[in-house]
């Protein structure tokens, strides 16, 4: 079988849907704005939450052996030159004589301009890292650089956390911040920016034992992503070639995803060895290493590191999750986020505008919104409402009804296959719990009945 070289989901959908239901915005857009920089809107931000947390749980919460750090943006500039991005952070541009416009050299197939076909000069390495000044005189003394990666502030904390938590190897650190390349080439809506999120992880280990954690970390990175639904065919794992990889690591692989341009990196895993703590332990004078209570001697451990793009993370789930759907004459849009990322995991709807069904709609989505992010919508047709809803992801539509007022029971309907089942409103919290978790649609709490079978589920 030869593999799809695009997804069937095109960028500008994506783009469009996120501009038109407020999840990503471009930057001072009434500005003009600003080149590849964005907004996350009211619902952009919820799943980009959604993303972070379901990150942080799984590497953090759940395990125990990885300890999180929040280090700040800013750091002393040694860091950088021990960490060698001074030196090495840089990509080969080259730039076109004719139109000026600059490329990334090993992006390029060919020796001409892309866009206009001109001459391109020869190619020269551009440090990717943004330069800014502390205090307020702009000299070479004061100046200070925002972070290309996390992963820095990991290291130069290293003997920090250890003897703060006690850890013993395998151990790890993670954190999520932003971070800032000045990418020669940025484009593909939020896949490449010049700011962007990151999360990453610093897993020590034991040398020796590294080639058996990065398959570790391959594996258990591939199952995060699918275990929040992207699609196995949606997702492979390439290795680097020597020529390809990064200064500092011995071996690395990408996650890659199917988006809509074509395969592209999506998560990188590393093996770092143990280039990043011998660089800090030479330029700033200080032991890095660990103590090794059974060879009774020290060592410095050796570092794997998934490094995941929030950005990019959001960009695969909403390309995953996208579909469309032939609905009588027209099509239904449905984001088929897991319930997890989903930025409302329920929204309220009374059937009519009329009291009394608002006052009580609106009674019980204070009720929810104690538990989740619960929408509310009381404007237009009730199909309309739902398609909304399902366009935005929200995985139950609840809806207040007249019979409501008297049977003390609503509607819950299913947003994947628009089934609906009917419930005590007493048992609404406990059902939503069990649905959200993946409990089968059709499973009913005392009192609920199956109220509409659209599709079998
Ligand atoms: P690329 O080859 O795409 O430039 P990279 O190999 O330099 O990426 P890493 O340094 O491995 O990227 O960064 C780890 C992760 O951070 C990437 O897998 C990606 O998810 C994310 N990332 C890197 N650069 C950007 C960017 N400019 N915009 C958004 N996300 C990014």
């Avoid at 930057?27 to 009211?42: A, F, M, N, R, V």
């Avoid at 895993?269 to 030479?282: P, S, T, V, Y």
Wanted: hydrophobic share 35%; aromatic share 10%; with cysteine.
């Amino acid at each position: 079988m030869t593999e799809p070289t695009t997804n069937r989901v095109e960028m500008e959908k994506i783009v469009s849907l996120s501009r038109r239901r407020g999840f990503i915005f471009p930057s001072s857009e009434i500005y003009g704005g600003l080149s590849s920089c964005w907004d996350y809107g009211p619902l952009g931000v919820e799943l980009k939450r959604n993303v972070k947390q379901a990150w942080w749980q799984a590497v953090v919460q759940q395990r125990g052996d990885i300890v999180g750090l929040d280090a700040s943006i800013l750091m002393n500039p040694k860091v950088w030159e021990a960490s060698g991005h001074l030196e090495g952070f840089s990509d080969p541009l080259v730039e076109c004589l004719n139109c000026q416009r600059r490329w990334r050299d090993d992006q390029l197939e060919g020796d001409k301009c892309p866009s206009c076909g001109g001459q391109l000069t020869g190619s020269r390495q551009f440090n990717l890292m943004f330069k800014t000044f502390m205090g307020p005189v702009e000299d070479e003394a004061g100046v200070v650089y925002l972070r290309p990666e996390t992963a820095q502030g990991m290291f130069v904390n290293f003997q920090n956390v250890l003897d703060t938590t006690r850890k013993k190897l395998p151990f790890g650190i993670a954190q999520i911040g932003k971070a800032f390349r000045n990418e020669i080439t940025t484009g593909n809506f939020i896949f490449r920016s010049r700011e962007f999120e990151i999360m990453e992880v610093e897993f020590f280990v034991k040398p020796g034992t590294d080639e058996k954690w990065l398959d570790y970390w391959l594996e258990e990175r591939l199952n995060w992503h699918m275990g929040l639904g992207i699609k196995r065919e949606n997702l492979r794992l390439r290795e680097h070639g020597k020529e390809e990889l990064a200064h500092y690591a011995r071996r690395c692989f990408d996650i890659d995803f199917l988006f809509p341009m074509g395969w592209s990196e999506l998560e990188g895993i590393a093996n770092r060895g143990d280039f990043d703590l011998i660089q800090h332990a030479k330029y700033s004078g200080k032991d890095l290493t660990y103590f090794d209570e059974e060879a009774k001697e020290h060592i410095t451990p050796y570092v794997i590191e998934p490094a995941l793009g929030v950005d990019r993370a959001v960009l695969a789930f909403l390309c995953d999750a996208y579909h469309e759907e032939p609905d009588k004459d027209e099509t239904r849009v449905v984001l088929r986020l897991h319930p997890d990322l989903a930025p409302f995991k329920a929204t309220v709807l009374p059937l009519s505008r009329r009291e009394p069904l608002l006052k009580a709609a609106k009674d019980i989505c204070s009720d929810l919104r104690r538990c989740w992010m619960v929408g509310y919508d009381d404007a237009q047709s009730i199909g309309r409402r739902y398609r909304r809803q399902d366009e935005i992801g929200t995985p139950f539509c609840i809806t207040f009804d007249f019979q409501s007022l008297d049977d003390n029971q609503i509607t819950i309907r299913e947003r994947d296959s628009m089934n609906q089942i009917r419930v005590p409103i007493a048992e609404l919290q406990q059902t939503l719990t069990a649905k959200l978790s993946g409990e089968d649609f059709f499973v009913l709490p005392e009192g609920g009945q199956v109220w509409k079978m659209e599709k079998e589920a």
